[in-house]
């Protein structure tokens, strides 16, 4: 069956670094993928698409890159900030979104 | 803010009892997704309705339905609702019907079980 997965545990990046995200997929090939974000208690709200014939896909201090061969997907926040601290989620999707499928979710936390 | 609106907020109520969650999408989406979020669980896909027709399937129960009216609103009902129904239920909507598109996710209906 199709599967996502993401960082389970919890990411802890000090400010100013890189924060790098991974989401992994098997058993579907998407024809586009997303990056949400997630603060507590609300609803997730959309930062990124990419699709299958970019390789990356830029937004500011976001990046993000999708790796058909891998099946990956790597999300960046560069000079990463306490305000970027929040749930990721990542949902490849296939080009009739037949089923939409989310991961679980990457808490980061950006410590001053 | 989204342009999605969801009503009501919070919903307080019995094992065994009937709810309605309300869903406005964003002004010009077509496409109305409800999503079901426990306490440590991911995002799960309920249900998809484009311009009125359902249009994609996900882990809905039997004793969970939706619809989509005319002026676009959806509703999701939840009957013989069990202690395990309780979670947070996203709408989120847009522009068309494929995965092409960004979904606008309104800030959901927190519904507890007692």
């Known amino acids: 069956s199709q599967k996502i997965e993401q960082n389970s545990e919890a990411l802890n990046i000090q400010e100013g670094k890189t924060a790098t995200l991974t989401c992994n997929y098997t058993?579907?090939?998407?024809?586009?993928l997303q990056w949400y974000r997630q603060d507590p208690g609300r609803g997730p709200v959309f930062l990124l698409l990419?699709?299958?014939?970019?390789k990356e896909k830029r937004k500011e201090r976001l990046k993000v890159t999708f790796d058909t061969t891998l099946k990956q997907s790597l999300f960046h926040i560069t000079a990463s900030q306490p305000a970027d601290s929040a749930t990721y989620l990542c949902?490849?999707?296939?080009?009739?979104?037949?089923?939409?499928?989310f991961g679980s979710g990457t808490r980061l936390s950006i410590r001053p | 803010d989204s342009g999605v609106t969801q009503t009501p907020k919070h919903l307080i109520t019995a094992t065994g009892q009937r709810v309605t969650l309300r869903c406005s999408p964003r002004?010009?989406?077509?496409?109305v997704y409800w999503y079901q979020q426990s306490l440590d669980q991911g995002l799960q896909f309920l249900i998809q309705?484009?311009?009125?027709?359902?249009?994609a399937k996900g882990n809905i129960l039997e004793r969970f339905s939706a619809q989509q009216f005319p002026d676009l609103h959806s509703e999701l009902n939840l009957s013989s609702l069990e202690l395990g129904d309780s979670a947070l239920y996203f709408c989120a909507s847009s522009v068309g019907a494929t995965g092409n598109q960004p979904q606008h996710f309104g800030d959901g209906t927190r519904l507890s079980i007692l």
């Open positions: 058993n579907y090939s998407p024809a586009y």
């Open positions: 990419i699709r299958e014939n970019e």
């Open positions: 002004s010009g989406d077509l496409s």
């Open positions: 309705y484009y311009n009125g027709e359902e249009r």
């Open positions: 949902a490849p999707q296939d080009s009739s979104a037949s089923k939409i499928i």
